[in-house]
């Protein structure tokens, strides 16, 4: 991706103190998501930096997640595939619980959403501390997908996410701090 393209993505991300949490700096996305040519600016790089061209299956992370991991999967010609908040999917599911800095939390996938030797890319907007995108990944190989790689729109590089995901194949994001 261009420098002055990244550059204006970059400047475009809203810095919001205080959210959720005092002491937190939150990264706003959705000034990115409200232009067009930004939003897919920002998929053609997320897709580039993965230097994957097929793969069967994109998995979203809920919430954001589903927003680039969706028009990832139609860029690549793959199915899409949430995973969810425990007890959000209607059908059959798998799920496992992941640590979080304070407690835990549940993550779910249809049983049937990836069949086994199906390749896989994993999308989300966020890599923070990794919990998340741990338990997905480990819910794709629990279903015997193969993992071809995750793609991130921004990591958080200080909070160590990168070392939790990195042994589920390749990691990339568009925009680190």
Do not use: C
């Amino acid at each position: 991706m261009a420098p002055d393209i990244l550059d204006l993505i970059r400047s475009t991300i809203r810095d919001v103190p205080d959210f959720p949490n005092p002491g937190i700096l939150f990264k706003d996305i959705t000034p990115v998501l409200a232009n067009p040519s930004l939003l897919a600016q920002t998929i053609d790089g997320m897709i580039e930096a993965t230097g994957i061209t097929q793969v069967d299956k994109v998995v979203g992370i809920d919430a954001r997640g589903f927003i680039f991991g969706a028009l990832i999967a139609e860029r690549l010609g793959a199915g899409f595939i949430p995973v969810r908040k425990k007890g959000k999917l209607p059908w059959q599911t798998r799920g496992i619980d992941y640590a979080l800095e304070y407690g835990t939390n549940s993550v779910e996938m249809h049983l049937d959403a990836i069949a086994p030797g199906e390749t896989v890319l994993l999308a989300d907007d966020l890599l923070a501390t990794g919990g998340t995108a741990g338990a997905a990944l480990h819910l794709i190989e629990q279903a015997g997908g193969k993992v071809l790689g995750s793609t991130f729109f921004i990591e958080l590089s200080f909070l160590g996410g990168r070392e939790k995901v990195a042994d589920s194949g390749p990691v990339h994001s568009l925009i680190t701090y």
